[in-house]
């Protein structure tokens, strides 16, 4: 398998595990839905204790996310520090690509829908515009993201992959 295979095959699996663990997944990160919705559409009128505790509460959640993900994605795996050290020596152009689909997923998704497509919507419909992209982006994108890192780091820690060019798949 070449490097770019690879590094395709956490995306893919994030997709696969996002479709099958969807409930759990936008169960989590509809608390920061909900929150940016209110809080970048409504936020003067949110008390500033009130702000900073329901930020405190969406951190809780993704972290939460976060663990429920790795414990759902290595349930029977053995994962290992030793073979991300592993991987990361022998697969290194395989990160790089990572890098790369996530840098452009970060262009297409926040530099573009974000500031692009906001920057040309009159100034009265940007604050609406943003707090609904928000609530749409936090279950789908963002979660899709954290689901994609946890995939990476399980890639490089549950198996020792086959060296690139060989006629073994992990």
């Known amino acids: 398998m070449t490097e770019w295979g690879l590094a395709l095959e956490v995306p893919r699996w994030a997709g696969r595990f996002w479709l099958r663990h969807w409930a759990v997944v936008v169960g989590l990160s509809l608390v920061a839905s909900v929150q940016r919705l209110v809080v970048v ?3 003067d009128r949110v008390p500033g204790g009130l702000a900073v505790a329901s930020e405190v509460v969406v951190v809780a959640a993704r972290l939460l996310l976060v663990v429920v993900v790795w414990r759902l994605a290595t349930r029977g795996e053995r994962p290992s520090w030793a073979n991300c050290a592993a991987f990361a020596r022998e ?3 395989s990160l790089v690509w990572q890098v790369v689909l996530l840098a452009a997923a970060f262009l297409v998704f926040d530099v573009g829908a974000e500031q692009v497509v906001g920057g040309l919507l009159p100034e009265s419909a940007r604050q609406t515009y ?3 992209l928000l609530f ?3 279950p789908t994108v963002i979660a899709f993201t954290f ?11 549950v198996s020792r992959p086959a060296p690139v060019g060989s006629a073994g798949r992990r």
């Open 130 to 132: 943003l707090a609904v």
């Open 147 to 157: 689901v994609w890192l946890v995939g990476l780091v399980r890639q490089a820690a």
């Open 41 to 43: 559409n409504w936020g």
């Open 91 to 93: 697969h290194r152009p």
């Open 136 to 138: 749409v982006k936090n």
